[in-house]
């Protein structure tokens, strides 16, 4: 395990080897996230801690109430990763997840790219397996941009119309729905409400702006844009995540955006955090 620093003036990185972690994020600075660890083989839930795959049957690691979270209980969060680059403003990471790791079948060559530019972090996240199987990856970020403080001193918006609904256990039912007048709708940017633990459907397709947070005590803002179809709003009491991701349990829902990864595919998802500074 070690510890690596990209830094450029405007922004400032820790990153940790132990799952491509980003210990510390800090713009201009005031430390605006931190514990931002990768989160795989299947970020999300997948429900009943089983797969299916075309005639292939497969059990995983169920850890929590009978099902899988984030990839099991030593997910890519638990993985020490290998530096293959780095440089002043960059820094890449590899992990080869074993055929059979956490039940989850094919062995899969993971890279994590963490990229500053100006006042943008860009995380590319790239995999390819020897087998069928399925890949959800995103980065777990804790965000508070007031430097600390309550998470409800936050303004939000999410540019998504739709959010899952889910059981008692936060597995997916398979309906989408409206977010218009209820607690969900943050289409236009509103003080941020807590206790949040859900999947919104974004609007659009391809490398488009997901979500905008503020704070409002510092009145540093950030941007948030990524290519994949879901953003997780979930926090704790002084931080916000915004994880982009495909849907949770979507091997369950063939109606959701498809997250097989079939043999010699490349998977590949970008995700822009751009922060800049702003009236309070």
């Known amino acids: 395990m070690s510890t690596l620093t990209l830094e450029n ?5 820790d990153v940790d080897t132990k799952g491509a972690c980003i210990k510390t994020l800090s713009f201009r600075g005031t430390e605006v996230g931190r514990d931002g660890i990768t989160v795989g083989r299947y970020a999300n839930r997948i429900s009943g801690a089983k797969l299916t ?58 890279s994590a ?15 390819v397996s020897d087998a069928p199987t399925v890949v959800n990856l995103t980065n777990h970020l804790y ?29 997916p039912t398979g309906k989408l729905l409206n977010v218009r007048g209820t607690n969900f709708d943050h289409k236009r940017q509103k003080r ?47 931080h916000i995540c915004l994880e982009t991701q495909h849907f949770p349990d ?3 829902h063939p109606e959701f955006p498809d997250t097989t990864l079939f043999r010699g595919q490349v998977f590949e998802t970008k995700t822009v955090y751009s922060f800049r500074q702003e009236e309070k």
């Open 192 to 238: 941020f409400l807590p206790d949040f633990d859900c999947c919104y459907a974004l609007n659009g397709s391809g490398l488009r702006q997901a979500a905008a947070l503020k704070g409002c005590l510092s009145g540093i803002s950030m941007d948030v844009e990524t290519d994949q179809p879901g953003l997780q709003l979930y926090n704790t009491d002084t």
């Open 53 to 110: 795959i075309f005639f292939g049957e497969f059990e995983l690691d169920a850890n929590e109430n009978g099902n899988t979270l984030h990839g099991g209980t030593e997910g890519f969060d638990k993985k020490d990763w290998t530096v293959t680059d780095h440089g002043q403003d960059h820094v890449c990471l590899e992990l080869v997840s074993e055929d059979g790791d956490q039940g989850f079948p094919g062995t899969l060559k993971v």
């Open 143 to 171: 965000f508070n941009l007031n430097g600390g403080g309550p998470s409800g001193d936050h303004l939000l918006k999410i540019n998504a119309d739709k959010v899952l609904e889910v059981d008692g256990q936060l597995i």
């Open 113 to 127: 790219e963490y990229r500053i530019n100006g006042g943008a972090l860009n995380i590319v996240y790239k995999a």
């Open 250 to 252: 979507s091997p369950h």
């Open 9 to 13: 003036g405007e922004l400032r990185l």
